[in-house]
């Protein structure tokens, strides 16, 4: 018990500090008060500094009294686990959390089991466990999953109330064990069905193949995600490429939900030249921490960055110092806006606190939170890389009119089977291009998305999305390495 009095007082003096920080960011100084006050006459008074000590007493006090005088008899442990989690979910954070000791230690070891799960990056915004970005080639990636996607429900049961880690732990399993994922998914009306077959997630984050361009060899660099390895891996896979004499390169960060900041700091060192710090790193009090590379000039090719919605955090960190110190162009979709800074600390007992203790800025002075980073070059991928999995209750027929309809039909025009519309109408020319793709397909040509049929769609438009001739986006990032 005194263990957990202790980390309770290590987590009020955190918080009361990020909570500074936090109402600089999103409040004004009247609204900052707010939490203090009881009525409206309070709110016009002019109140005295918060005194920790008497804070402290009131808080011991509350803990006393509900101990020794609440109707039923109450667990002191849970008491103080209440009143640590409800600090930290005042911050309206969705990055930063508490996790008690059980948690904690459950969350550690599914961690530390092979890496078996879908592989995808979540948060919780606006009390939503969300999608921040599926890994490549993950479970997840494959299925279907999507950025942005909300996660209402695993396995048929709501993941309402639960905290993030909570949720997370429920859609974690052992590699084979299938989940059922219910997705509110923007622009889609009904809740999608996802079933996801969980599977090893590989270790590896770094990718590179050289690539020939109009005559030129250009080197692809794909991370993955920024982990522990990625920075010394980056370096030895770059290094390998300039063995090879590329004459471009391509720094591929789409879906890549972030990871550690030291790992993309050693990354920009290798390629960003000296003279504007690649990131700043503002505190509380508005100080500024400069990470700068000493490369004293840039390389000898041109350099070009691939970023999507999927890119978040230190992706994001990576595609501004591209942007704005490099002086590189970026090529794609506009990143996720995640532009803070988050540490996990260890309250001594077991349990800790990820929080939030600052936020980054860019090479420009740039805060891209919530509104992320757009590309020098707009490139939308074709229109069935973005379409959503298909859940055949019963099949889709002539005169139906649905989202299923539309995303079927998108898939059918992706893969050369015309049908005329994707507006979601299900007319006699959509009824003819499932016939023809049934038929070349070996399937009975009913002219109805059964389950067979939306089975052999969606598993045609996989293959088409994986084909990197059909991705637009590195095709045009390619070109443009191969420019210069």
């Known amino acids: 018990m005194k263990r957990k009095v202790v980390a309770l007082l290590m987590v009020l003096s955190l918080v009361i500090g990020a909570g500074g920080m936090y109402g600089y960011m999103h409040w004004s100084n009247k609204d900052q008060s707010l939490g203090n006050a009881g009525s409206v006459s309070d709110m016009k008074s002019t109140k005295a500094p918060v005194n920790q000590e008497q804070e402290f007493a009131k808080l011991q006090k509350t803990f006393e009294l509900i101990s020794s005088r609440y109707y039923q008899k109450v667990d002191s442990e849970k008491l103080l686990e209440g009143a640590i989690d409800g600090m930290v979910k005042t911050l309206k954070d969705p990055y930063s959390v508490y996790m008690d000791e059980d948690t904690a230690s459950q969350f ?29 080639d993950s479970p997840a ?18 993941l309402e109330g639960l905290d993030l880690y909570e949720a997370v732990l429920k859609i974690r399993g052992k590699k084979g064990s299938t989940v059922t994922l219910g997705i509110k998914r923007t622009g889609v009306n009904d809740t999608l069905k996802i079933d996801v077959k969980r599977d090893t997630i590989p270790i590896e984050t770094v990718y590179s193949n050289v690539q020939k361009v109009n005559g030129k060899k250009i080197g692809v660099l794909n991370i993955t995600s920024f982990s522990e390895n990625t920075g ?30 030291n790992a993309v700091d050693s990354m920009l060192k290798e390629i960003i030249p000296a003279g504007k710090p690649f990131v700043q790193i503002e505190n509380r009090q508005g100080g ?4 700068a590379s000493q490369l004293k000039e840039k390389k000898d090719y041109p350099i070009v960055g691939l970023v999507d919605g999927g890119s978040a955090s230190a992706s994001e960190i990576m595609a501004a110092a ?20 988050q540490q996990t600390i260890d309250l001594g007992d077991g ?15 740039n805060w891209i939170h919530k509104k992320g980073i757009k590309p020098n070059y707009a490139v939308k991928q074709p229109a069935y890389f973005y379409t959503s999995p298909l859940t055949i209750d019963k099949p889709l027929v002539y005169d139906m009119n649905s989202e299923q309809v539309k995303n079927a039909q998108k898939m059918l025009q992706g893969l050369g089977f015309d049908p005329g519309r994707t507006d979601g109408y299900f007319d006699e020319k959509t009824q003819m291009a499932v016939t023809a793709f049934q038929k070349a397909n070996k399937l009975s040509p009913s002219g109805k998305v059964d389950q067979k049929t939306a089975g052999k769609l969606e598993s045609k438009i996989i293959t088409e999305i994986r084909n990197k001739k059909n991705d ?4 045009t990032a390619l070109e443009m390495a191969a420019e210069k």
Request: glycine share 12%.
């Open 351 to 365: 349990s800790n606190v990820k929080l939030t203790l600052a936020k980054w800025l860019t090479p420009d002075g």
């Open 322 to 341: 591209l942007k704005e110190a490099g002086g590189y162009p970026l090529v794609g979709e506009k990143t996720f806006g995640k532009g803070t800074v």
């Open 108 to 136: 550690t070891q599914s961690l530390d089991s092979s890496f078996e799960g879908i592989g995808t990056e979540v948060s919780m915004v606006d009390g939503k466990v969300t999608v921040i970005a599926p890994f490549k």
């Open 141 to 158: 990636e494959r299925s279907g999953v999507k950025p942005n996607d909300q996660i209402i429900t695993v396995d048929g049961k709501s």
């Open 472 to 475: 637009v986006q590195l095709q």
């Open 288 to 291: 500024k921490e400069r990470y």
């Open 232 to 261: 010394n891996d980056f370096k030895e896979r770059l290094s390998q490429l300039e063995s090879k004499e590329i004459q471009g390169l391509v720094i591929d960060v789409r879906g890549n939900p972030g990871g550690y900041l």
